[in-house]
């Protein structure tokens, strides 16, 4: 079967489909499915909007709430991962995967599904060293630490991919595998985009937990996108257990503008008898049903169990029976049910709300995905219980990378291209020059320097709860989280290193920051929030100008790592 | 979701390029065993699982079947209405499979280059064939990896730093 491979997607649906659809026609051939390598960026409305890292100023609908609310439909079946740039709050919404529109299909943090008997995983975000312990503990409305945060890549993913042992087809993540540039033509590469020169040579370019799931997951083809180049290479793994070394052809593409090579044709053999439907995976929900309980949404750090003598199982590979219990849970069929509905309205452009509030409320397929297999939804976890969690799982320790964090960079840094003369709305290629949203060290602000995004500004916790009434007795809307009391302020102002008294409790990465030691009663050490301080969400400018104080010897004050496996 | 009707076209000369290795193998160099469900027959017919709405739902049903009390904040535009924005599509309906047809409108603006139309002298939809065409590249079903030969993981390893995804890659410094 053909598969179309598109790398950032940036919203262009239209254009993407349209594309296709001229290819077709002209090459007389038929695409069967496209596959999305992230940035989709499902913004259903103007809340969701909010709830997208980009610069208010680059902001623009886009086209993909025409898809959810009908007015279009996808002509081939979607399938996508998260970036950097998505709308997190209704992605979170679907962290186990689901359409988020009818026949596109969101994989979620991870997951592997099948099509054609085609097994096709992901893997969602990009990779950032300081949040991959955590949990996914964020939850909108987000702060200016949250609202990127919540698309790093988590180990708690990371270690249930490990768990499969069965060969995957496909594989997709956003920013690259570390390491995968030197297998292709680098010199090409590097003259596309020179500013990647230093980081290829240091070999710091892209992500080492991918470049760990490629070297142990081995897929026939891994498809990437994130820093706008077309780039392919081929892989020849390490041979194992006495086999044949096997091969994976990676390829990364472009964003979708005019001239640029965001989009691929790739034939892969499909496997005859196989369903015409897009199945879930019964190895992969074997995988969630088994890890289910490992993690909690929380933001302390997470330390996957392991071969050490610390842990009764580290092993949670999926056996035949617990794969056959899957089936049986799914009543024998494994076609995902086409369940698709909307759950808040979409952008209308007659009617534009621009001071829409990004809602937050559990969604109808996760609830029967979780009700069927037993599991728990993690976001709606993450919404009821993160005050409480805060405070109970303070004493977990964690390792301090502030000053030494890694990761892909938000927007590679790039020369200001040629922007496509259709469009006078959100370019990337601006805001790589113009922002510097991932410069930990410098703590450079941002330039959402306006509170009107998901950020919550101060003493406006009544209005979150603005969404339109609507029956919820089938489904939960979350409460808005509580601000803390006010007597911790002053206490918090004593230890803050020259940074605001927190306006809300909204921000969860303060456990890492100067406030939590007398807040939570575990940790014994005051450290300089490696960025802004989550916790003056409801002052961006100030927080954006705050200076930050940079120490050179974290590695000493570093706590000693809880073996734990629970989080 | 697919088109269960539509048959795939045999792949004939002009098809794109190349083809995939076969299914995948295990890590012993085996087959994969093949459990019940793994290339099952297709699945016996189903319906929506929860009769509550399908895919195929309009807006305004599915707000109907809620109650309501939130159909004031929808929209009430049939799911045909596309709103014209900026960049305007030639499409106002639904989109379909049909081909990308702007015969028809070409057909509409013959003549002079500065025959005034509804979208002005360049734009609209002559611009929208154009577009696609600057969308469009012939390499996109070309095999990226045909010039490439696979290269083994022993030889880059001196190229690469140690991939953990704790080492932040840069020397740890002591406070003095």
Known sequence: MKIAVEGCCHGELDKIYESISYLENKEGVKVDLLLCCGDFQAVRNEGDMKCMAVPPKYRSMQTFYKYYSGEKKAPVLTIFIGGNHEASNYLQELHYGGWVA???????????????????????????????????????????????SV???????????????????????????????????TNQLLHKKKFLRQEVESGILGSPAAAELL??????????AHLHVKFAAVMQHQAKNNASPKVTKFLSLDKCLPHRDFLQIVEVADRPGSSQNLEYDPEWLAILKATDNLQKPLCNFWNPPQDNGLHTRWDFSASQEAMMEVVSDLSGDLCIPENFCLTVPAYDPNRPQPNAHPTYCTNPQTTELCATLGLTDKYALAGQGAQNYRVEGATEEEEDEDNQSTGSTDEPSEYPTDTSVLSSSYNPDEITIEDEWEEEEEGVGCAEEKGTDAVVPEGQDSDRDSSPSRETASRLVLPPPRAPPETEAPRRSSLSLLLPPPSSSLSTSASLSQGSSEEEGGLTLARVPKRTSGETQGLPIHSGGTPQIKRRNQNIYTAVEDEESEG | MQRPHFRHPRPGPRTAGFRSPPPAFDRTGSMVPSPPWAFSTPPPPFGPRFGQCSPNTPPREFFGNRGGSGGKHFSGQPPGHTPRMSNPSPRGTPYRRSPYDNSGRHAEHQGSPRTSTPFGSTHGRERGTNDMEKYYKPSMLQDPWADLKPISVTETQSKCNSQQTTNTGRPGRYYN
Do not use: C
Not at chain 1, 136 to 143: D, I, S
Not at chain 1, 215 to 224: G, N
């Open chain 1, 102 to 148: 009818p026949n596109i299909y969101y994989m979620g943090y991870a997951g592997v599904v099948r099509f054609r008997g085609v097994r096709i995983g992901g893997l969602s975000g990009i990779f950032k060293s300081h949040d991959y312990k955590k949990g996914h503990f964020e939850f909108p409305p987000y702060n200016q630490d949250t609202l990127r």
């Open chain 1, 151 to 185: 698309y790093h890549i988590r180990n708690i993913d990371v270690f249930k991919l490990k768990q499969i042992k069965m060969p995957l087809d496909v594989f997709m993540t956003h920013d690259w595998p570390r390491g995968i540039y030197h297998y292709g033509n």
């Open chain 1, 215 to 224: 070297e142990h997951l081995q897929p026939s083809y891994w498809f990437s």
